[in-house]
């Protein structure tokens, strides 16, 4: 389950749980839609309530950053946990995606 705050041209997703095989289809075809259906200059993934991330939940977000790249929108994510970054640490991706500290930052 997540849910989605919207704000004028800044999407907030807000995963829980999970962030894997069962679940990364959606989760994926809703950063589509923010990026391309409702043209999102910014949108934060906020992962702070995600406990769980596999290589299908990374390759949604690789996916997202890709397309928010493509549109001219901006990716980002906050309140990634120690477990979480590690994950980004160890695939060497930490330094491709914008991982603010803390809480949700849009500036």
Do not use: W
């Not at 994926?28 to 596999?54: A, P, Y």
């Not at 290589?55 to 979480?84: D, E, N, W």
């Not at 980004?88 to 491709?96: D, I, N, R």
């Amino acid at each position: 389950m997540q849910t989605t705050v919207n704000y004028p041209k800044i999407s907030v997703i807000r995963p829980q749980g999970c962030l894997n095989v069962t679940n990364a289809l959606e989760f994926e075809r809703d950063l589509t839609q923010q990026l391309v259906q409702h043209k999102v200059s910014v949108l934060v993934i906020d992962l702070g309530l995600v406990e769980l991330l596999d290589s299908t939940g990374l390759m949604a977000l690789i996916s997202g950053l890709k397309l928010a790249q493509s549109v001219g929108s901006h990716f980002r994510l906050c309140s990634v946990s120690p477990a979480i970054r590690m994950i980004f640490e160890v695939t060497q991706l930490e330094s491709v995606f914008e991982i603010s500290e803390g809480d949700i930052l849009v500036a």
